[in-house]
């Protein structure tokens, strides 16, 4: 069966490989898909908020300091 068009940025094979590592012993092709979307929307929102605290520095450049920054604001955001 012919694959179709990709769906998302991030390849489907490593998404299946993350699900596998965490325990589980089959995959639907449906349910990779549908992480990596997820993946996807999460690592553009950090992004972005790393992006903007780059600026406020002024800089152009994301270094990995403003993306850790980002991710603690992130989960600071979602979990509290």
Same mark, same amino acid.
């Given at each position: 069966?012919? /694959? /179709?068009?990709?769906? #998302?940025?991030?390849?489907?094979?490593p998404v299946d490989r993350l699900i596998r590592i965490s325990g589980a012993e089959r995959v639907s092709e449906s349910g990779a898909v549908a992480l990596a979307k997820i993946l996807e929307e999460l690592g553009l929102e950090i992004a972005r908020l790393a992006d903007e605290m780059a600026k406020h520095t002024g800089r152009k450049t994301i270094k990995e300091e403003d993306i850790n920054l980002a991710?603690? #604001?992130?989960?600071k955001t979602k979990y509290t």
């Open positions: 069966m012919p /694959r /179709r068009k990709s769906e #998302t940025i991030i390849p489907v094979a991710y603690k #604001t992130w989960k």
